[in-house]
């Protein structure tokens, strides 16, 4: 089984960072691409950042851009989420996951549905 621990969460005054870590372990990582996902009190799930296995590409959802910065290190099994010029509408329970699939191109994807494995996530809270 694949297992995901994410740490680095906590409460950050807006404007402020954090580096959010997602720790893989049960398969080989540098096979898989990952992404991070959050979700908000009341609110669906949401596509954050994702990586190709590789960590040649990168894909943001609009509201993060220039803000956030998704990165890995294969050597350590783990991908972060660097995230600065934080707003309180960042505020949200993120989640690191695993995507297992074999594909053939350095490939990473937003759909949450194509994503096999699943962190416990971890808190973030954005005060003003």
């Known amino acids: 089984q694949v297992q995901l621990v994410e740490s680095g969460g906590g409460l950050v005054q807006a404007g402020g960072s954090l580096r959010l870590s997602c720790a893989a372990s049960g398969r080989t990582f540098s096979r898989d691409a990952m992404g991070w996902f959050r979700q908000a009190t009341g609110k669906e799930r949401e596509f954050v950042a994702a990586?190709?296995?590789?960590?040649?590409?990168?894909l943001y959802v609009d509201s993060v851009k220039g803000r956030f910065t998704i990165s890995r290190d294969n050597a350590k099994n783990t991908v972060y989420l660097q995230m600065n010029s934080l707003k309180p509408e960042d505020t949200a329970v993120y989640y690191c996951a695993a995507d297992t699939a074999l594909y053939y191109s350095d490939y990473a994807t937003q759909f949450a549905h194509e994503y096999d494995y699943w962190g416990q996530g971890t808190q973030v809270t954005v005060s003003s």
């Open positions: 990586i190709t296995r590789s960590g040649g590409s990168t």
